[in-house]
């Protein structure tokens, strides 16, 4: 192992060179499938990862369940007091985590770190949240009842997260969860399965500090075979997926036909829309880090640009300006700004996106390849790097597959309008409804934007780009997105099952709506 990884998987206490086991379960196993962790920099194997058998599946399913008995009885206060210890925990091992989301994943040091810290974040609103999931007192219509609405904790959460936010997505789940009462069961990415032992050792530690189950916070590192065991096990009262929209549609049939609850966070085709009125000083730079940030991995990477005929060119000429100073580098040095995409499959995704553009007579201002061995220095070659790239079709028609696919690349397309609700409408026409944001100083254009005949995203921006969202609201898209609202705003009320309790406190016990049944 390179000297690079191998001091940040000891920082963490994984294992250097030897097998690393992937099942948590209040003990560490692993004698399923061999997961190799890839370096998407370098293409290093970082770690052989020993994944979930269908035994220790079933296993950790039932010590999950098994720990949900108990942590379910803990008052929430308390359980606030855990994830007050898991903020701590993780905040002490910020830039050892985030390092390792950079070699594992690929995206930059201060993006590595940034997710990090929207766990610890978020584990910070739990601590607040676990004293105030409160339920109401509903005024009865019979004399001497009391109508409560009463949380409480659902079961166990089946987290499925994906490869782009291999720290932060479970974060949200966990935080939520565990201040809910209930136990977790993470299945991640089968290509960031590091990353995942790195924060469950981190989590576990703080339950078996504080004498509690560790299958409160378990862990199944696996392939499609362990996400299907999870998705499809009547033990999971709520599956919680991040992925694509294929896989989602799946494994929402799947859990409505054993009626489970089921949150899902697919796909984005996020559209920032530049009016003539915007100012270009904060709107060139918001799309460059949309669209070329995370190497446009993020569900929220902005893939649309709308522009207004009238600032077109110059909106352009500096985009591409920026485009130009970018070169391919190591995620882990702090001057990078474009690491690798993911995996070699992410390369053959970006290059088929761009020919379907090129065949599609799009223009393409920049970029349009994949940087090939030569283009590449030292360790680089190994790498996934792809050129960041700005395409203009001939015209927008989001009926097409050019507009309306979401390809996981730094693949940006553009075109221009004349209205602004022509731009809305375009915005809106995609099966996407994730991520939207316009660019504007007019507030009549804010109000049409924000409004009923605005954008039908989940996130609707004024002068913000579209990734980047902030902890405290609710996240989540609309449409093929999946509804899924995770994070802040009410999306704890997901994590719980409601109970709507009639009490009678009086010595009579008459119907509802009047009902005599007296013989
Ligand atoms: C994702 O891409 O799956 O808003 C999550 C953002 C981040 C989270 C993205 N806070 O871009």
Redesign the pocket.
């Known amino acids: 192992l390179s000297s690079r990884a191998s001091a940040i998987l000891s920082a963490l206490d994984i294992p250097t060179n030897q097998e690393v086991p992937g099942v948590y379960d209040g003990t560490w196993g692993g004698t399923g499938d061999i997961l190799e962790s890839v370096c998407p920099t370098t293409g290093e194997v970082l770690a052989r990862v020993q994944s979930a058998s269908p035994q220790e599946l079933q296993t950790a399913l039932d010590k999950t369940r098994e720990a949900y008995e108990i942590i379910r009885s803990v008052p929430a206060p308390r359980r606030g007091e855990l994830l007050r210890q898991i903020r701590e925990a993780l905040a002490a091992k910020r830039d050892e985590l985030g390092a390792l989301v950079s070699l594992e994943m690929g995206k930059i040091r201060t993006e590595g770190i940034g997710?990090v810290q929207?766990f610890v974040d978020i584990a910070d609103y739990a601590v607040g949240l676990s004293r105030m999931m409160n339920g109401r007192v509903v005024a009865s219509e019979r004399p001497g009842h009391s109508i409560l609405e009463i949380p409480n904790p659902l079961g166990v959460v089946g987290v499925l997260s994906?490869f782009?936010?291999p720290v932060?997505?479970y974060g949200w789940n966990l935080a939520l969860s565990l201040a809910a009462g209930n136990a977790t069961i993470w299945k991640p990415s089968n290509t960031t399965p590091l990353c995942s032992v790195a924060v469950t050792k981190i989590i576990a530690n703080v339950l078996e500090s504080n004498g509690l189950p560790g299958a409160v916070a378990g862990l199944v590192t696996g392939g499609r075979d362990v996400g299907e065991a999870v998705v499809e096990s009547s033990s999971v009262d709520m599956v919680s997926f991040?992925g694509s929209e294929n896989v989602g549609r799946q494994v929402g049939k799947v859990v409505q036909a054993r009626f489970g609850k089921v949150l899902l966070?697919l796909g984005?085709n996020n559209a920032a829309i530049v009016m003539p009125d915007a100012d270009l000083e904060l709107a060139v730079p918001a799309v460059f880090f949309g669209a070329v940030g995370?190497a446009g991995?993020?569900?929220?990477?902005t893939r649309r640009l709308y522009l207004h005929r009238s600032i077109a060119p110059e909106f352009l000429s500096r985009l591409q300006a920026l485009y130009a100073s970018l070169r391919p580098g190591d995620p882990l040095e702090s001057s990078t700004l474009l690491g690798p995409v993911h995996s070699r499959a992410a390369v053959g995704i970006y290059s088929s996106a761009v020919n379907r553009l090129r065949n599609a007579g799009a223009e393409i201002l920049c970029g349009g390849s994949a940087f090939s061995e030569t283009d590449l220095v030292g360790e680089l070659q190994g790498g996934n790097f792809v050129r960041p790239t700005i395409a203009v079709p001939k015209s927008v028609d989001v009926k097409d597959e050019i507009w309306k696919t979401e390809t996981f690349a730094p693949i940006l397309t553009v075109g221009v309008f004349d209205k602004l609700e022509e731009a809305i409408a375009w915005n809106n026409g995609v099966p996407q409804g994730l991520?939207s944001s316009l660019w504007t100083r007019d507030v009549r254009n804010v109000g049409k934007w924000i409004g009923p005949a605005g954008s039908d995203c989940g996130?609707v921006n004024v002068n913000v780009g579209?990734?980047?969202?902030?902890?405290g609201a609710a996240?989540g898209g609309n449409k093929s997105t999946g509804w899924g609202r995770e994070?802040g705003g009410d999306a704890w009320k997901q994590y719980v099952r409601w109970s709507a309790c009639t009490v009678n406190f009086s010595d009579e016990a008459p119907l509802a709506q009047g009902v005599n049944f007296t013989p």
């Open positions: 997710e929207e994906a782009n936010f932060a997505v991040t966070e984005g995370t991995q993020r569900c929220t990477s991520s996130i579209t990734s980047g969202a902030e902890i996240f994070s």
